[in-house]
């Protein structure tokens, strides 16, 4: 590495490491006014508070780094033209693809760390958060667990067994509905295809119904749907479900091959399973769009129009990779296609933009 890369990948960090901060800073006070009163009204303790907003913090490093590594390389290269030290930079021999070779390998590095604390510090920590506002502050019971890509839940007298809760449908697949007498003894057991709550009730569909009289054979019954009387709702299996930024991606690929096996539509995992890479190798288009930004006169605007520059751009590719989920998750659009569709985009432009710098 020679000194003019050290210098400005010195300035880099120094300016990324300060963007971080502020980002998680300014969120973490924005999420905390927005959830005060729901702490206050369950009397929350000054512990279950900082350790709720304590858990979140990884979320909030993952989802700012793209956006960060974009503001960092704005205003980094922005000090640099107006100092003219990119002048004198080309002055000896340097290509702008030179001088930018260390925003981008670091940009690159960004994206790997990204993926693996997405794939093993983030999932954790929004479990123990999402532990600690639904059971221990909103005191919610948590009768259930999700375990090797199913979900148990211990009921009254009964014990569920599902495949797939869809919080999105408030829907149930794969039930098995075990029944039990006070002696621990099997007395009914149910199994259905898929179950939908109404609003009111819940409807199974494809219901077998087995019985364990004492004494005597057991006893089918099928039929094509059927209202079964269970007391939970769908509020009650939204603790117990992983959601998928509770999985990392070799997990979430696990749970999609075996919901895939048994049948069921995987659309909406599929998604979120490729937008965890193609979200964290962003930061390397940010990047570049960011340095051709900066260059496109010798005199860009000052670090707040930089700054301005940079939200908007952030906040138009989040607006455009929720867009493309969603697509994707309706069957819109593919999922793999859906998933990259924002950095097939921005890596257009990309390229675009910078091939119009002088070099």
């Known amino acids: 590495m020679t000194i003019l890369d050290r210098y400005i990948s010195k300035e880099f960090l120094r300016i990324f490491v300060l963007m971080m901060v502020s980002f998680t800073l300014l969120y973490l006070i924005i999420d905390f006014f927005g959830r005060i009163r729901m702490f206050l009204s369950n009397h929350a303790t000054a512990y279950q508070i900082a350790s709720y907003f304590t858990y979140m913090i990884p979320q909030i490093i993952s989802h700012t780094l793209p956006v960060a590594v974009l503001l960092t390389t704005l205003l980094t290269f922005g000090m640099f033209s107006r100092n003219h030290e990119i002048v004198a930079m080309k002055a000896n021999g340097l290509s702008l693809y030179r001088i930018a070779l260390p925003v981008f390998v670091i940009a690159a590095l960004v994206s790997v760390v990204s993926f693996l604390f997405n794939e093993f510090v983030t999932p954790y920590a929004n479990q123990r958060a999402k532990y600690i506002k639904f059971v221990e502050v909103q005191r919610t019971q948590k009768f259930g667990f999700f375990k090797q890509n199913h979900i148990w839940y211990r009921s009254k007298n009964a014990i569920y067994n599902f495949g797939m809760f869809d919080p999105g449908a408030d829907t149930l697949k794969g039930i098995t509905i075990q029944y039990f007498d006070q002696d621990f003894n099997l007395v009914k057991r149910i199994d259905a295809r898929e179950a ?28 094509p749907s059927a209202v079964i009387d269970i007391p939970e709702k769908p509020s009650d299996f939204k603790i117990v479900q992983k959601e998928t930024d509770e999985m990392g991606y070799g997990e979430l690929k696990n749970y999609i091959k075996k919901l895939r096996s048994e049948g069921y539509d995987v659309s909406r995992y599929l998604v979120d399973m490729h937008g965890k890479i193609s979200f964290s190798v962003v930061s390397v288009i940010l990047a570049v769009i960011g340095v051709a930004f900066s260059l496109r006169s010798e005199r860009s605007g000052g670090p707040t129009a930089s700054i301005s520059v940079g939200i908007v751009i952030g906040f138009s590719y989040w607006i455009i990779f929720a867009l493309a989920l969603s697509l994707g998750r309706s069957l819109t659009l593919p999922p793999l296609f859906a998933a990259w569709l924002p950095n097939i985009l921005f890596a257009a432009a990309a390229v675009f933009m910078f091939s119009k710098v002088r070099t």
């Open 196 to 223: 939908r709550w109404t609003g009111r009730h819940w409807i199974f569909k494809n219901v077998l119904t087995t019985s364990f009289p004492r004494g005597s054979l057991q006893v089918l019954e099928r039929a």
